[in-house]
């Protein structure tokens, strides 16, 4: 159930570039210089636009609206760069945001409840699940990694209801 008021977060605002107001970019969506489709950005406590941007050497730099100095950009930094969720197109019938995951119950094959996403995060390699498990796990674990590898180690997401099923050895 998503709330037409929920941001999603698509990068984040790196160190300054120069002295004129140019940024360095992080970006988080799949192509990477989708993160300059989607506009207006919500930095802190900012809404703020894209003036222009443009890639150096295998990151973007961008120069925003109205930030003109190196301390503008300063005071932006490490923020987290958030859009309207209704920007974003609609997805497909198995297709999630990461966002959507969090929170939801990890149980695998044979109904153990591994416990619940905490996070979800990029390696290089795949993405990977932080499973938060239950304070009385029996196998003792506080928490579980689980790489987000479909057919291998996941074999359902169910948004409805809100579980996700792995192949996943409890005692890992």
């Given amino acids: 159930m998503s709330h037409a008021s929920d941001n999603v977060v698509i990068g984040k605002i790196g160190a300054p570039h120069g002295v004129k107001g ?3 970019i992080h970006s988080f969506t799949q192509q990477q210089d989708g993160v300059f489709s989607y506009q207006p950005w919500v930095v802190g406590e900012r809404t703020v636009e894209v ?4 890639v150096q050497g295998n990151a ?3 120069k925003l609206v109205d930030v003109d100095s190196r301390e503008a950009v300063d005071a932006l930094k490490n923020f987290e760069i958030e ?3 209704t920007l974003l197109p609609d997805l497909g019938e198995d297709e999630f945001y990461w966002r959507d995951l969090k929170g939801m119950r990890v149980v695998n094959l044979s109904g153990y409840d591994l416990g619940l996403v905490q996070e979800v995060f990029n390696t290089g390699a795949n993405d990977v699940l932080q499973v938060k498990a239950n304070p009385k796990d029996a196998f003792g674990q506080r928490e579980r990694l ?3 590898v479909f057919d291998q180690v996941i074999n359902k997401v169910d948004t409805e209801e809100k579980v996700i099923t792995v192949d996943w050895d ?3």
């Fill in 51 to 54: 003036e222009q941007w443009r």
């Fill in 146 to 148: 689980i790489p987000f």
């Fill in 60 to 62: 973007f730099v961008a």
């Fill in 170 to 172: 409890p005692g890992f």
């Fill in 22 to 24: 140019w940024v360095k």
């Fill in 83 to 85: 859009v309207a969720a």
